[in-house]
């Protein structure tokens, strides 16, 4: 799988999207944090949707936690692919870590182990075109 180049992008933090609006710099493309746009509706999303209307827009999320044990959460999956399709994002991307265990979020980003096993299983987690 290969990402469409884009040019020169930034991450777009909730602070700066009027000042985007307003001022149009000279950017390619903006990165968006997944989770800060999860819920419907609200200011923050009123201005990503008109910032999607002069760039294009990808969204990298932190909350996935592909290598962890639990099982995906498929209420997250399905608002990033909701807030993806709202937004026309060119791509969806997010972390190879794991994030916690047993239901309990770390709040960090902590890395798998340096082993084949730990390859085997973020192969069995990631079906289709991430799976290779």
Not at 64 to 75: A, H, Y
Not at 81 to 108: F, K, M, P, Y
Request: glycine fraction near 12%; proline fraction near 9%.
């Amino acid at each position: 799988m290969r990402f469409p180049p884009l040019g020169f992008g930034l991450g777009l933090r909730k602070k700066h999207c009027l000042a985007v609006i307003e001022q149009l710099p000279p950017v390619d493309w903006f990165e968006v944090l997944t989770e800060n746009y999860l819920v419907p509706g609200g200011k923050p999303l009123h201005y990503l949707e008109r910032i999607r209307r002069d760039y294009p827009l990808v969204t990298h999320g932190v909350s996935l936690s592909i290598g962890g044990t639990d099982p995906l959460d498929l209420d997250y999956l399905g608002q990033g692919r909701d807030l993806a399709d709202r937004i026309e994002a060119r791509w969806v991307s997010d972390h190879l870590c794991w994030t916690g265990v047993g239901g309990v979020n770390a709040h960090d980003l902590l890395p798998l182990p340096y082993s084949e096993e730990a390859i085997e299983w973020r192969r069995s987690r990631t079906p289709g075109p991430w799976a290779g």
